[in-house]
């Protein structure tokens, strides 16, 4: 497996990077990573199946690093209507509708919300988590305002790469015993400078 192939970053098109990113998914959940990599790389909190993902990509773009065959990295997009796609982002989304930015909540605004962003170990620090949302971003903005998601208030590494993309923290909830941070992401300059 080499590096030195640069990804070539694009909408999801077939079962085989639907499989990449399960793969790379299962690499990365907190249940399947030690205290030590949580802490220093970060984690993914939920797992989803193929069926769910070639759902997700029916109804909207979603997103992947490809180097040569092998899915570098992930970006999966939800829209407010597929709030029961993942049934566990339920809480995410209803804070979404109390979660206040620039002044209005969020479900006042044509938003996209990012179910889940994650890059290989062997692509990190290269920049390619803001060359996912870039491309999210290029492709998405003239539907949507803008990109919202929550983090994990203890995945510190997570929350440094979105906010070095653009995301900002607006507000704080609780779910099964997790902290969570709502972030967003004002694609076109609604309310922040």
């Known amino acids: 497996m080499s590096t030195t192939t640069i990804p070539q970053i694009k909408p999801v098109n077939d079962a085989r990077e639907i499989a990449g990113i399960l793969q790379l ?24 199946d193929t ?4 759902s997700m990509v029916n109804k909207v773009p979603q ?7 092998q899915v570098a990295g992930y970006v999966l997009s939800m829209t407010p209507a597929m709030t029961h796609e993942v049934p566990t982002l339920t809480p995410m989304f209803d804070t979404f509708d109390k979660a206040i930015a620039g002044g209005r909540p969020i479900a006042s605004y044509n938003y996209v919300a990012c179910g889940q962003a994650c890059v290989g170990k062997d692509f990190r620090g290269q920049g390619l988590l803001t060359a996912l949302y870039e491309k999210m971003r290029e492709d998405l903005s003239a539907r949507f305002e803008l990109c ?14 979105h906010g070095k993309v653009g995301f900002r923290p607006l507000c704080n909830y609780w779910d099964h015993g997790v902290e969570w941070t709502i972030v967003a992401w004002d694609w076109n300059n609604l309310y922040t400078k």
């Open 25 to 48: 998914q299962q690499q990365n959940l907190r249940s399947n990573i030690s205290e030590e990599e949580k802490s220093s790389q970060g984690f993914l909190s939920i797992s989803h």
């Open 51 to 54: 069926a769910t993902l070639q």
């Open 63 to 69: 997103f992947v690093a490809v180097a040569g065959y």
């Open 148 to 161: 919202v998601t929550a983090i994990a208030v203890d995945n510190g590494r997570s929350m440094r790469a």
